[in-house]
Every structure is written in C-alpha cells, then in structure tokens.
C-alpha cells in the first residue's frame, strides 16, 4: 500500500474530524444517555458498521487521489454522509429532550447532499477514466502485457521493449524505425534534495507528459532509472529528432512542486536518437543509441558521465 498522497490531503482530513467532531459534539451536548435496556445491539451494529466503512472509503479516496477539485467532491460528500452516520449511531446511545429532537428529524439532510456532490464527483471521475483509458489505449498498440509494465511510471519496462525491437528487426517489410533514449538530466541532485518519494512521482509525472506527446503508434518504455526509450515506427531521423524535441520541451516547462516546496523546478532531458541498419540486432542498436546519449551527457556534463 503507497501511503504517499496521504500527506498532502491535510486539508481534507481536517474536513473529515471537523465533520467527526461536530457531530459529535452536538450529539453529547444535546442529548442524554440511555438506558442499557433500551439500547438497539442490532442497530448498533449497522448504524456503527457505516459511518466505519466511510471513514475507510475516505482512507483508500486519499491514498488512490492526487488533490484536485474530484478528489475533495468525493471526500467532502463522503464526510457530509459520515455526518449523518454518525448522528444515526450515537441515536442509539442517546435520546434528545423536545428542544432537541430537530437534530434527530434533520439527521439525514446531510447524507443527502453528500450523495449528490459524490454523484457529481463520480461524473466528473468518469470522464477522467475516460481520457486517462484513451491514452492507455493509444500507448498499448492493443496488446497490455501486464507483468511487463514498470510499477513507478506504468510504462512497458526494459524487456518489453526489447521484444518489440525484436519483432521490428524480423518482420518484414523494413520501413523506416527510430529509436529515442532519453535521460533526465541531474536526477540524482533532485533525489538526494528531496528524496526517493519525490523522485517517483516526478518520474511518474514525465512518463505522463511522454505519453501526452507520442502518437498512437509509438511506444514509450522506462529503460533503466532516470532514462526512457521511444520506439517510433515509420519514423525517419529527421521526424524522430522532432518528436523528440517536443517532449524535450514538454518537459522542460513542466513546473513541478515538490511537497512543501514552493518554488518549481524544472528539468531537462538529453535524448539521442537512432535509426536501424541493416544486419542490426536488438542488442547493437540499443547498444548504440546508448553510447550515443553517454558521449551527449559527457558533452553537456563532462564531470558527472563515467567514461
Ligand atoms: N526516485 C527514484 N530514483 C531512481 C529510481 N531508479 C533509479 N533512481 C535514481 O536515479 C538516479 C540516476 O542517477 P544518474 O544516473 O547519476 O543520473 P543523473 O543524476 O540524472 O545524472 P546525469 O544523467 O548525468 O544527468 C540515481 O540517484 C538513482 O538512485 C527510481 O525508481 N526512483
């Protein structure tokens, strides 16, 4: 389980105990115990199995959701059912003097309107599907091997991508294949600044923006670390150094927040491209393509590329 979208929900996790103690304040202030013989075990049971299965809703909404207008519909419908749920509960356990029962009629108000902001969410989480399945789609070439897609960025990992060069280099006909690595620059200065958790959801975040600027044919793969490769079917050297320089400069004024750091940082990629040759093998032309970003990052940072 990756806890690490939790710590930046702090504001709607004040939502959720505000909602809690609100409730609960009103319920202990406005009401007066009952008798053990007039208490409900049953109802307990129910009314208490609720609010505890909303309050895990709104965990696993907050460890699945980055912030954003869906994620706080979702969880502040979810709290004002909670609110609800938990008048219900303690109903159980207290009875209200006339001046009170207001609170006992108007309980399910709240839960009301919580259903319809989380119907709204739902829509508006519909619509997210449906453009993030898009991109899915146009990145899969129709076939998803799952045990070969990479955990951080959920790109086609180093192996993958080394059967479909395969694949390429036997089936003829032989058009036109590009290959484009790309390297972060200076990832590990990021990393070591603002640690491994940051380094993910940046990674996370290119792979994002790559996919964003790939047409449907190509494919995008996480090679090693910080370095991505392209495979651009019929794709001269010319196309490809243009398509390469888009996502160059997509991610370039990608301004990215880490947490709790107000300032954006920006990255920079060096990329080297490649086209097959006849009589090439998977192994030489990513060997190349390889040896050829090293001797780019040796230019541009002669200090920090082992020879
Ligand atoms: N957060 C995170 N870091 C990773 C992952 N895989 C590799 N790294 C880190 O990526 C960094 C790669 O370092 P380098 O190869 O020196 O890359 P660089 O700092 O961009 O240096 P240049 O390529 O010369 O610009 C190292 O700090 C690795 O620990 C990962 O899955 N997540």
Redesign the pocket.
């Known amino acids: 389980m990756n806890l690490s979208l939790l710590a930046r929900h702090s504001t709607l996790f004040s939502v959720l105990c505000g909602s809690f103690a609100v409730s609960t304040s009103l319920s202990i202030g406005l009401g007066q115990l009952k008798n053990l013989s007039d208490i409900s075990w049953l109802d307990v049971l129910g009314e208490g199995s609720v609010g505890l299965l909303s309050i895990v809703w709104v965990f696993f909404l907050l460890i699945s959701r980055p912030p954003g207008k869906v994620t706080s519909a979702l969880v502040i419908g979810l709290c004002c059912f909670l609110f609800s749920a938990s008048l219900d509960f303690y109903d159980e356990f207290l009875t209200y003097q006339d001046a009170a029962t207001g609170l006992s009629m108007f309980e399910s108000i709240p839960a009301a309107i919580g259903m319809f902001i989380m119907s709204y969410a739902l829509y508006q989480w519909h619509q997210e599907q449906l453009v993030l399945n898009q991109q899915l789609h146009s990145r899969e070439h129709d076939l998803r091997q799952h045990d070969q897609i990479d955990f ?1 960025t959920k790109l086609y990992g180093a192996d993958y991508m080394r059967g479909q060069i395969n694949n390429k280099l036997i089936a003829p006909p032989h058009s036109d294949f590009s290959i484009v690595m790309l ?7 990021f ?1 070591r600044k603002f640690g ?1 958790a940051e ?2 959801r940046l ?1 996370r975040q290119i792979s994002e923006l790559i996919i964003m600027n790939l047409r449907s044919s190509d494919l995008a793969c996480r090679y090693a ?2 370095r991505f490769v392209l495979l651009l079917p019929n794709t001269g050297q010319k196309l490809a150094l243009e398509l390469a320089e888009q996502v160059r400069q997509a991610i370039f004024h990608l301004a990215y927040k880490p947490y709790q750091h107000p300032q954006a940082i920006y990255h920079n990629l060096t990329f080297a491209i490649d086209s097959v040759r006849p009589g090439d093998t998977t192994d030489n032309i990513i060997d190349r393509v390889n040896r050829s970003l090293d001797a780019s ?1 040796q230019l541009l ?1 002669p200090s ?2 082992a020879l």
């Open positions: 951080i390297d972060i620059d200076n990832f590990d200065q990393n491994h380094g993910d990674l670390g910080d990052k940072y920090e590329v």
